[in-house]
């Protein structure tokens, strides 16, 4: 069975320093993975998502992730972080065929510091 | 730009009332779904639906029915809420067909909190 590990809840860091939001999943087959964004009151909106085409994938807002074979990662990264990056970040993964339905991973929180 | 919509922001209910909540997508998608989101379980899948009149159970289905009589809505009912039941909820839409391979990107709504006492 698939599953989605997101590697801290809460990740805090300073305006314009480095983000890096972890997540690790588990698949017998690589999978299809995404990032979601929830900003405050609001449903989720797509950051990017890996479908094979390239292992390195850039998204909305100046994030990126790269696909890890080896390591079964997708971590989520951006070089300097705003103010409006703050909010709940969701990794997720689906099968290649079949229904489609994401299995999430548990959130990370990132607070951005002035 | 695709859209989703839910009947309500914010909902509150007693014990064993029946509760429906309703979706709305406007980008004539095969699927739809309905999570809930609790702080520290990310989001889980309830029910979901890839064809009018077809439903499948996700991972908590127990306590919760659906129905979708038109391809645009989907409704979650709560038959006997219960304080347990006290959520966020989200409805989602994608457009991949059954058996079709390729990323399925699911479109969200803005949520309805529940507040069941």
């Known amino acids: 069975a698939q599953s989605v590990t997101q590697l801290g809840s809460h990740v805090s860091v300073s305006e314009g320093a480095l983000v890096l939001l972890r997540c690790n999943y588990s698949?017998?087959?690589?999978?299809?993975l995404f990032w979601y964004v929830q900003y405050p009151n609001q449903g989720l909106q797509l950051l990017l998502k890996?479908?094979?085409?390239?292992?390195l994938v850039k998204g909305i807002n100046g994030f990126e992730a790269e696909f890890k074979k080896s390591e079964t990662s997708f971590h989520l990264t951006k070089p300097s972080a705003h103010m409006s990056d703050a909010a709940e970040y969701f990794c997720a993964v689906s099968d290649r065929v079949g229904t489609g339905k994401l299995i999430f991973g548990q959130g990370t929180t990132l607070q951005v510091k002035p | 730009d695709v859209k989703v919509t839910q009947s309500s922001r914010y909902l509150v209910k007693r014990t064993g009332e029946k509760v429906f909540l309703e979706c709305v997508q406007d980008m004539d998608h095969e699927n739809m779904f309905w999570y809930r989101q609790d702080p520290g379980l990310g989001l889980r899948l309830i029910y979901f639906?890839?064809?009018?009149?077809?439903?499948e159970k996700g991972d908590i289905p127990e306590g919760y029915s659906v129905s979708r009589e038109k391809k645009e809505r989907f409704s979650l009912i709560l038959e006997s809420a219960s304080t347990n039941q006290t959520s966020m909820y989200l409805c989602?839409?994608?457009?991949?067909?059954?058996?079709?391979?390729?990323?399925?990107?699911?479109?969200f709504g803005p949520g309805t909190r529940l507040t069941v006492l």
């Open positions: 639906s890839y064809d009018v009149k077809m439903k």
């Open positions: 989602a839409s994608s457009s991949r067909r059954w058996g079709q391979e390729g990323p399925d990107t699911q479109y």
């Open positions: 698949s017998s087959v690589p999978p299809y």
């Open positions: 890996y479908t094979s085409a390239a292992t």
